[in-house]
């Protein structure tokens, strides 16, 4: 796999250039050659009964994680979007960050394609692992 074009911070910087709501969200701890790890903040508003993590929100991190990744590979493509994700949740995480580790599997020329184990805070096994596959645009 070759190395990013971009930096965790060029990244981070782009990426709240275009979703400017996202801003602050989202940590990248490291970025090399197809893989990211990082952390999504937890607001209140991401629980749900039962003292947990809501299902939308570890999809969110599953999802902006690769999107994260995916950018770091291919450079500023704001338009690279989800074509497909299927999440399994394995366990209740604890309320916290959640901590993603992504990386890629396949990148091709006009599809991305790997996964995102998601941790819950101060936790040693994944809380859910999501596969994703990302449509790359066209520079034609």
């Known amino acids: 796999m ?22 602050g969200r989202f940590a990248i701890h490291s970025l090399g050659p197809g893989v990211l790890t ?12 039962g003292e947990t993590i809501s299902g939308p929100t570890m999809f969110t991190a ?9 950018l770091a590979m291919i450079g500023r493509e704001a338009l690279t979007v989800t074509t497909t994700c299927t999440i399994n949740f394995m366990r209740k995480p604890d309320i916290g960050p ?16 790997g996964d995102v184990l998601i941790f819950g805070t101060g936790m040693d096994a994944p809380v859910a692992h999501a596969s994703l596959t990302y449509a790359i645009p066209s520079r034609g």
């Open 2 to 23: 070759r190395a990013p074009v971009l930096t965790a911070a060029e990244v981070l910087a782009f990426t709240e250039e275009v979703f400017p709501q996202m801003q």
């Open 38 to 49: 990082g952390e999504m903040k937890v607001t209140e508003a991401d629980l749900r009964p």
């Open 62 to 70: 599953a999802d902006c994680a690769f999107y994260l990744l995916t």
């Open 98 to 113: 959640l901590r993603v580790e992504a990386r890629v599997l396949k990148l091709g020329r006009a599809l991305c394609v």
